[in-house]
């Protein structure tokens, strides 16, 4: 038991280890822009994605490290909406409609998926670029929402738990380097 434990630890370490900070500046750097346009933060994701998207939206509306102003970020995983839009419409466009509804040109949209194929989450990120909101995310080593984004984080692991713990510190880590571009520290 104690050998598995330090095998998953290793395995952990070492995915967040090789995450490109290059992805994570560029992440950062994409939501200072669209804050200091007037833009918003749009998160989504499925499952435990789902529950890391809320994580991280609340970090910035909330706040991540710093005393500052509440950024302007909103999660798409509210139960009400999800399941009113699964119920009369299709899962498939749980997001999509959410998207049509509070997406404007020069927002962020971000979003989660370990596979990067999450039919939902893919079909909002096209409605959302047709809105002209820039696209980031989240994935593991690839999936079509990696080549539609225009800046990619790749976690670089095919294990959905390490691609999950890869992504939440990627995700911290952005947090921080938004909260020290905009407000200094």
């Not at 900070?21 to 669209?34: R, T």
């Not at 989504?44 to 970090?59: L, P, R, V």
């Not at 999450?118 to 980031?136: D, H, I, Q």
């Not at 990696?146 to 976690?155: L, N, Y």
């Amino acid at each position: 038991m104690i050998d598995d434990i330090k095998s998953q630890l290793k395995r952990s370490s070492e995915t967040i280890a090789n995450i490109n900070p290059d992805q994570v500046l560029a992440a950062a750097n994409l939501c200072v822009e669209s804050i200091r346009n007037g833009g918003q933060i749009i998160f989504m994701g499925n499952g435990g994605s789902s529950a890391d998207a809320q994580h991280i939206a609340a970090e910035l509306s909330g706040r991540y490290m710093m005393e500052r102003p509440a950024l302007p970020s909103i999660c798409l995983s509210n139960i009400a909406p999800v399941t009113a839009i699964g119920n009369d419409y299709s899962y498939d466009i749980v997001f999509k409609r959410q998207i049509e509804a509070n997406c404007r040109k020069g927002d962020v949209v971000v979003g989660l998926s370990t596979s990067g194929n999450s039919k939902n989450v893919v079909l909002a990120m096209e409605a959302a670029k047709e809105r002209g909101a820039k696209l980031l995310t989240f994935t593991g080593d690839g999936g079509k929402m990696r080549d539609m984004a225009d800046v990619a984080v790749v976690i670089p692991s095919k294990e959905t738990p390490r691609i999950q713990e890869g992504y939440l510190c990627a995700c911290h880590i952005m947090c921080g380097l938004i909260e020290q571009i905009l407000y200094g520290q």
